[in-house]
């Protein structure tokens, strides 16, 4: 079993930076894929930011040159460094993993709310 804990999130103004983190504990093997998630009340699940075993990583347009997504595979920890935040990013912020067998596992979330 594989759990991921995500930390981080708050109160921040417009134009202001949060860095979130999630850590994974348990059968971790074979990660394909960890990715950062966003939703907001009232709308739909959003894809923020994905980094691969390679190395590659992925923006989501809206976030693009202001997010940046890192691992730390000693902890076992991928972190989404937030900067420039407007208040349309507020949502909760969820991570997933996905290993190569196609498994994935989610977070808990964690809220950020930025305000004007």
């Known amino acids: 079993q594989v759990q991921l804990v995500e930390s981080g999130g708050g109160l921040v103004q417009a134009g202001g930076s949060l860095r979130l983190s999630c850590t994974a504990s348990g059968s971790i093997f074979n990660i394909n894929t960890m990715a950062w998630y966003r939703q907001a009340p009232g709308k739909q699940r959003e894809l923020v930011a994905t980094i691969y075993s390679s190395g590659t990583t992925n923006y989501a347009d809206s976030v693009k040159g202001r997010f940046t997504i890192s691992n730390d595979n000693a902890k076992n920890t991928v972190y989404l460094q937030m900067n420039s935040l407007k208040p349309e990013d507020t949502a909760v912020y969820s991570c997933?993993?996905?290993?190569?067998?196609?498994?994935?596992?989610w977070g808990q979330g964690t809220q950020v709310t930025v305000s004007s």
């Open positions: 997933r993993m996905i290993q190569s067998s196609g498994y994935s596992y």
